[in-house]
């Protein structure tokens, strides 16, 4: 079967890093992406890895691991407008995404 | 219009009514999906479309139809709504299938009574 895993929630102090890991079983494999969506609304693209290793973009990069099947996204210099949920989604052999739950990230004062 | 838009925002239906969810993009994105987003579970993919012309069927499509006339459009029919279908659907497109970004429309949060 097809499984991609996720903390539920975290919690973070405002101007912290936070790591969220997301690991996945997958029906091959093409990539990952994350994407952050704030409550109520669209899902927007943060980022994408199709190699091995971390992609910085800004405050945010994103790490994978394919012989783990393991990626985590990695948020500095946290602020508050980063609370959101962040959805890991992997590109599977039919170039369809299979989508995690999500994780709600919680930023406290 | 900029980007892609889904109509209507909201919509509360009776049981066993059919009902088409709108989605049109102005990118001329060839691929375009369409997702439910239920709570505590991922987006699931109910149909796509590679590029006009051409659908397919995705995790979830039973209960649900779509047709690709043209490249800007992608409605999602529910032949005869059931109370399971209640759920938030999002409609999305990219360049094409395949290693590229999705982009989002608002979203239409569907009731079914």
């Known amino acids: 079967g097809q499984n991609i895993d996720q903390p539920t929630e975290m919690t973070a102090t405002e101007g912290a890093i936070v790591q969220i890991n997301c690991t996945y079983q997958?029906?091959?494999?093409?990539?990952l992406f994350w994407y952050q969506q704030h409550a109520g609304e669209a899902p927007t693209f943060l980022s994408y890895n199709v190699l091995d290793g971390l992609e910085e973009k800004g405050r945010f990069s994103s790490f994978l691991s394919r012989s783990k099947g393991y990626s985590y996204l990695l948020l500095k210099e946290l602020q508050m407008k980063d609370s959101a949920s962040y959805l890991c989604?992997?590109?599977?052999?039919?170039?369809?995404?299979?989508w995690g739950a999500g994780t709600k990230l919680i930023i406290k004062p | 219009i900029a980007g892609i838009t889904q109509a209507p925002t909201s919509q509360i239906l009776a049981a066993g009514r059919r009902m088409t969810l709108r989605c049109t993009q102005d990118m001329r994105h060839n691929a375009m999906y369409w997702y439910r987003q239920d709570l505590g579970l991922g987006l699931r993919l109910i149909h796509y479309?590679?590029?006009?012309?051409?659908?397919g069927k995705g995790e979830v499509p039973d209960g649900y139809s779509v047709s690709r006339a043209n490249t800007d459009d992608f409605p999602l029919t529910l032949a005869s709504a059931v109370p399971s279908q209640t759920s938030v659907y999002f409609c999305?497109?990219?360049?094409?299938?395949?290693?590229?970004?999705?982009?989002f429309g608002p979203g239409t949060r569907l009731t079914v009574l």
């Open positions: 479309s590679n590029t006009a012309g051409t659908t």
């Open positions: 999305a497109s990219s360049v094409s299938s395949g290693g590229n970004e999705q982009f």
């Open positions: 989604a992997v590109e599977d052999s039919n170039y369809q995404l299979i």
């Open positions: 997958t029906s091959g494999f093409n990539g």
